[in-house]
């Protein structure tokens, strides 16, 4: 089954960075509208960025503007999502996957294809 690949999460202190990576083999990521999903321990998976095929649209939950920023390499097959000033609320299993519309971050998952993958681990604690 196609899956896409995250990568990039570890453990960092409050007020740091990470840069999240998502690739996959043998599916061309600049066909698709991506989208970066979490999911923290007892709770539901919500959307967090969203940036269209083109690149030129990208959209983000009110919980990471400003903190957040998604982007995309084509000639490397990859969508970053960098993420800076971070908070132990930001916690989580992060997802990517193709999305048909980055209209609207809060019924983002409602449009995600199944093309999750196993996810990479976010903990941001001191």
């Known amino acids: 089954q196609l899956q896409l690949v995250e990568s990039g999460g570890g453990l960092v202190q409050p007020g740091g960075s990470l840069r999240l990576s998502c690739t996959a083999s043998?599916?061309?990521?600049?066909?698709?509208?991506i989208g970066w999903f979490r999911q923290a321990p007892g709770k539901e998976r919500e959307g967090v960025s969203c940036?269209?095929?083109?690149?030129?649209?990208?959209n983000y939950a009110d919980s990471v503007k400003g903190r957040f920023t998604i982007s995309r390499d084509g000639a490397e097959n990859t969508v970053y999502l960098q993420m800076n000033s971070l908070k132990p609320e930001d916690t989580a299993l992060y997802y990517c996957?193709?999305?048909?519309?980055?209209?609207?971050?809060?019924?983002?998952?409602?449009?995600?294809?199944?093309?999750w993958g196993k996810g990479t681990l976010v903990t941001v604690s001191s």
């Open positions: 996957t193709a999305v048909y519309s980055c209209s609207s971050i809060a019924t983002m998952l409602d449009y995600a294809m199944d093309y």
């Open positions: 043998h599916f061309t990521l600049s066909y698709y509208a």
């Open positions: 940036i269209s095929s083109s690149g030129r649209s990208t």
